[in-house]
């Protein structure tokens, strides 16, 4: 399996402090009729912090039953503790997902050498192909080119890296550094453009939770090397993009921008906090204005 194209963080939606089975089965049915190429349940957009275990995996297991092989289901079961993520992952491998997104560990901010070993044994656990995942802003530590590179060559599983550390220039030097098989793939929506433009091969979109179709035009445009149509695209999409990311920490105002047009509830569990009302008013306009709210 190769990881090209676009992908949506998904929501998990709530009810009544439960998962919402029919929500997410309708959410997964509009990404799909939008085109995404695969769905990643349970990361930083699913709330994976706030699931018991045992919610992780269903919504893990939904998303591939919901999905039915018509997209890609990415399962997020990364980890700051290895046990925690080989044990995840092996129970996603065995219900059928199609890849694994492994975040850099978080609070434990363990050394280059740690994450080396880490990784490494949690590609050694399956045969799931597996998504690097480094984001600084909620790790506190990056996955280091040098250990990217060490990883692509001695784990034959580790084969892409979401990259949401908002810097081009690092996008460059993974792309010298690593195989020309290895994806890179965009974790900002924003910066999906120019990271295409430096050698990314996708997208990990939120903004396509609400806006599948109009991701998917963009990143098909960006990859296709029409730069003049994907810049025009970027402008035009950017603004929703950079609200969907400002308004609050995501995933709040994605799921406010769900809940908005009735497609879930406005449930987020703590510690997170619905979007102030003054902000809802913003978010409203600003989906109107896109046509995605009528």
Known sequence: MKYRG?????VTPFKDGQVDVEAYRALIEAQIAGGVDGIVPVGTTG????LSHAEHMEVIRLAIEYAAGRCQVIAGTGSNSTTEAIAMTQEAAAMGA????QVCPYYNKPSQEGLYRHFKAIASC??????????????????????VVRLAADCPTITAIKEAGGSVERVNQLAQALPEDFAIL?????LTVPFI?????????????????????????ALSGDGHRATALQK??????????SLDVNPVPIKAALALRGDISWELRLP????????????????RQFGLLS
């Open 126 to 147: 399956s045969s799931l192909p597996v998504l690097l995942y480094s984001i600084p802003g909620r790790s506190g530590i990056e996955i280091a080119v040098d250990t």
């Open 47 to 50: 709330e994976s912090p706030t």
């Open 272 to 287: 997170l906090a619905p979007l102030a009302e003054e902000k809802r008013a913003k978010l409203a306009e600003l989906l």
């Open 98 to 101: 199609d890849g694994t997104l």
């Open 6 to 10: 676009l992908y949506t963080a998904i």
């Open 236 to 245: 035009k999409y950017y603004p929703l993009m950079k609200g969907l990311m």
């Open 197 to 221: 433009s430096c050698g990314a091969t996708g997208l990990v979109s939120v903004t396509s939770n609400v806006a599948p179709a109009q991701m998917r035009e963009l990143v098909d445009a």
């Open 186 to 190: 965009s974790g900002d929506d924003g």
